[in-house]
């Protein structure tokens, strides 16, 4: 049905604003674009879809790959997406969840979401030990130095992941990433669907979360566990990542209620 068709449609449409909307539909079921796919989509000039690819891009609602020159989305569009999840209150749905983990597991765990290059700790619940981790609720810190901003950044394209970070990554530990490591470590993360903070924020610390993802499957925040790196050995990585699955699983679900 075309725009004269449809009765609810405004009665002077802006063309060029409503491809750019159209074009960031696409990017519902689409995880990459290309310039021809966007073309075809819209049914446009292989050139006006490039103007429409480089504005956004200019805006961070998408990000190019240099090598394959495919588009996806950008941290505008996912900052844009997360603070609409913020209208029915992001922490009060997830803290539940968090507690249950928390208890499950023995250990303390933190939500945290992207906030440009850093994550921004949201909601979190203490284990009841003598020897253990804080949360870390309103602090700021360098998301590749940490579990959560790892599966956070795993979603960016490396142009946009240098943008980030031009300056090369700051060392808090000798077991922090460098930047050609962490690109390395990132495809992992995406591969396996969780990542892991190994002594890299504070020696004798490790950590490892896994993405929550909204209804479209966009990620919108890292649920995270940390532990003294003593507790918290390899062996014990599949049992907490089965965890913290289920409790960005409960979290997902409340949120499309």
Excluded: W
Aim: with cysteine; net charge positive.
């Amino acid at each position: 049905m075309g725009i004269d068709e449809d009765a609810s449609a405004p009665r002077h449409p802006v063309g060029a604003v409503d491809q750019t909307l159209q074009l960031l539909l696409l990017l519902r079921t689409h995880s990459e674009l290309r310039v021809t796919d966007v073309a075809r989509e819209l049914g446009v000039s292989p050139s006006t879809a490039h103007r429409h690819l480089s504005t956004l891009e200019y805006r961070g609602f998408v990000t190019q790959d240099r090598i394959t020159r495919a588009y996806r989305t950008g941290p505008a569009l996912i900052e844009l997406g997360f603070a609409s999840t913020r209208s029915i209150d992001l922490r009060s749905v997830s803290e539940p969840h968090l507690r249950d983990l928390s208890i499950a597991l023995g250990e303390t765990v933190n939500l945290m979401v992207l906030q440009e290059s850093s994550v921004r700790f949201i909601a979190g619940f203490e284990a009841d030990q003598r020897t253990r981790t804080h949360v870390l609720t309103g602090t700021l810190l360098p998301a590749y130095a940490t579990s959560g901003g790892k599966v956070l950044l795993a979603e960016l394209s490396r142009e946009a992941l240098r943008a980030l970070y031009p300056r090369g990554l700051r060392r808090f530990t000798p077991h922090t990433r460098t930047f050609t490591q962490l690109l390395d470590e990132l495809a992992l993360v995406s591969m396996r669907g969780y990542a892991v903070n190994d002594q890299e924020s504070v020696e004798g610390l490790r950590a490892i979360a896994v993405p929550l993802r909204d209804r479209g499957g966009t990620t919108i925040a890292a649920v995270a566990m940390s532990a003294p790196s003593a507790r918290l050995t390899s062996r014990r990585t599949r049992e907490v990542v089965v965890h913290l699955r289920g409790c960005a699983a409960g979290i997902r679900a409340h949120l499309a209620r």
